[in-house]
T-cell receptor, first 115, second 111 residues
Framework: SQTIHQWPATLVQPVGSPLSLECTVE??????LYWYRQAAGRGLQLLFY??????ISSEVPQNLSASRPQDRQFILSSKKLLLSDSGFYLC??????????????FGEGSRLTVL | AQRVTQPEKLLSVFKGAPVELKCNYS??????LFWYVQYSRQRLQLLLR??SRESIKGFTADLNKGETSFHLKKPFAQEEDSAMYYC?????????????FGTGTLLAVQP
């Protein structure tokens, strides 16, 4: 069966420090991958998505970047964190092709607090 | 622009009472609508999709294109229904499932 893992689960970082959140998917090949941010009162905002290795699309301009160095690995990064980067980050994957039902499968999330 | 609106941040009902979680959307094409749920200390997961026309855990949702709504309903709420509910829209098609989510409604079912 397919699983998705995110880490770290919780992170407290000072303003100006770098960030790396990692997400891996197991049990499937060539998934679509997504990073969402959940901020208080603002729902879930799509940040990045990827349809393949090295292929990253950004939905909103921001202080963050994403990379997909391997088929089932998706990384969210920042060189210098801002206070506004605080939030709950969710990684998700979806099936590509004939098995696509439109469903996203979410990880457990990473809570980032920037002080 | 595509948008999903959930007007209620919190909905509190008593066990056995009917539940309706409101969702309105803005989209110029033919949307696909979903309801996702997050129970306490669990992952966000799909509850139901409009295209399946299914009832999950007693919940149903009908897409009303005239009113651009996709309200989630259950005739008799149970305590285990307490959770955060998100309405989501997928209108992009193609190879990705880029969902636009609403801000969510917290359903609290009182005993």
């Amino acid at each position: 069966s397919q699983t998705i893992h995110q880490w770290p689960a919780t992170l407290v970082q000072p303003v100006g420090s770098p960030l790396s959140l990692e997400c891996t998917v197991e049990g499937t090949s060539n998934p679509n991958l997504y990073w969402y941010r959940q901020a208080a009162g603002r729902g879930l905002q799509l940040l990045f998505y990827s349809v393949g290795i090295g292929q990253i699309s950004s939905e909103v301009p921001q202080n963050l970047s994403a990379s997909r160095p391997q088929d089932r690995q998706f990384i969210l990064s920042s060189k210098k964190l801002l206070l506004s980067d605080s939030g709950f980050y969710l990684c998700a994957w979806s099936v590509v092709g004939g098995g696509n039902t439109g469903e996203l499968f979410f990880g457990e999330g990473s809570r980032l607090t920037v002080l | 622009a595509q948008r999903v609106t959930q007007p209620e941040k919190l909905l509190s009902v008593f066990k056995g009472a009917p539940v309706e979680l409101k969702c309105n959307y803005s989209y110029s094409g033919s949307p696909e609508l979903f309801w996702y749920v997050q129970y306490s200390r669990q992952r966000l997961q799909l509850l139901l999709r409009h295209i399946s026309r299914e009832s999950i855990k007693g919940f149903t949702a009908d897409l009303n294109k005239g009113e651009t709504s996709f309200h989630l309903k259950k005739p008799f709420a149970q305590e285990e229904d307490s959770a955060m509910y998100y309405c989501a829209l997928s209108g992009y098609g193609g190879a990705t499932n880029k969902l636009i989510f609403g801000t969510g409604t917290l359903l609290a079912v009182q005993p």
